[in-house]
């Protein structure tokens, strides 16, 4: 595995127990160079203002941070709940916030959702806001009722998952040399399997 290829990992939740968190750590494992938002100096997803054109950069430390370290990534891991049958707002938030700068236009991103049902919802539309933000969502990967999964300290122990976070992973590193044909077609695969539309992918070769 190259040692310059680095992957930002994303939470989407809060708390400091979290089966999302724990997906990560698993991934993180399984990664050479992995980076969590908040990493080097940067500020938390949970430092990011409500999305507000109006504020002035003085307010914007967490924004900026999250900007840079998505920028500095060859690859970016999302991990979020689903709340009330939606993503977690936090998260939306900070994509929110990457619309106009564009850091995640063509960039290769993977997600998972570990809640009670699978995060279903939360999978959809994660896939609608980064496609239509012209990220390129090579894989995703739901995992339902996560505490049957996990030891006491909330660490997934089912081989299954473990192995299914692996593949996922290993689906996003293996961006790496993939062919522009090969990459439209896991990301329509993707895209397909959730009902949105192809115009909004963002072509690499134009
Ligand atoms: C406010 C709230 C709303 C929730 N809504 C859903 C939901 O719509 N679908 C679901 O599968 N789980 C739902 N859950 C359960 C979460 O999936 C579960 O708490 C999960 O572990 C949260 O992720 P975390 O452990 O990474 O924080 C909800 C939990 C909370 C706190």
Not at 34 to 50: S, W
Not at 59 to 74: C, N, P, T, Y
Not at 90 to 112: Q, T
Not at 167 to 174: H, M, V
Request: some cysteine; charged content about 25%.
């Amino acid at each position: 595995m190259s040692r310059d290829f680095r992957v930002l990992l994303v939470c989407g939740s809060f708390q400091a127990r979290s089966a999302n968190r724990a997906a990560l750590d698993v991934a993180s494992s399984y990664i050479e160079r992995a980076a969590h938002v908040g990493d080097e100096d940067a500020k938390g997803l949970g430092d990011i203002p409500a999305l507000n054109m109006d504020l002035g950069d003085e307010k914007l430390d967490a924004v900026f941070g999250f900007r840079r370290q998505i920028e500095h990534s060859d690859a970016v891991l999302i991990a979020c709940p689903e709340y009330a049958g939606a993503i977690a707002g936090g998260l939306k938030n900070a994509l929110d916030w990457i619309v106009g700068s564009g850091e995640l236009y063509r960039k290769p991103v993977a997600i998972i959702s570990a809640g009670t049902g699978g995060g279903a919802y939360a999978r959809a539309q994660l896939v609608q806001t980064l496609t239509w933000q012209g990220a390129h969502v090579l894989a995703e990967l739901g995992i339902v009722a996560p505490k049957t999964k996990s030891n006491e300290a909330g660490q997934f122990t089912d081989p299954a998952t473990i192995t299914g976070i692996e593949e996922l992973t290993r689906r996003l590193l293996d961006v790496r040399g993939m062919s522009t044909e090969s990459r439209r077609e896991q990301v329509r695969g993707v895209t397909d399997s959730f009902g949105i539309e192809a115009g909004h992918y963002a072509e690499l070769d134009v």
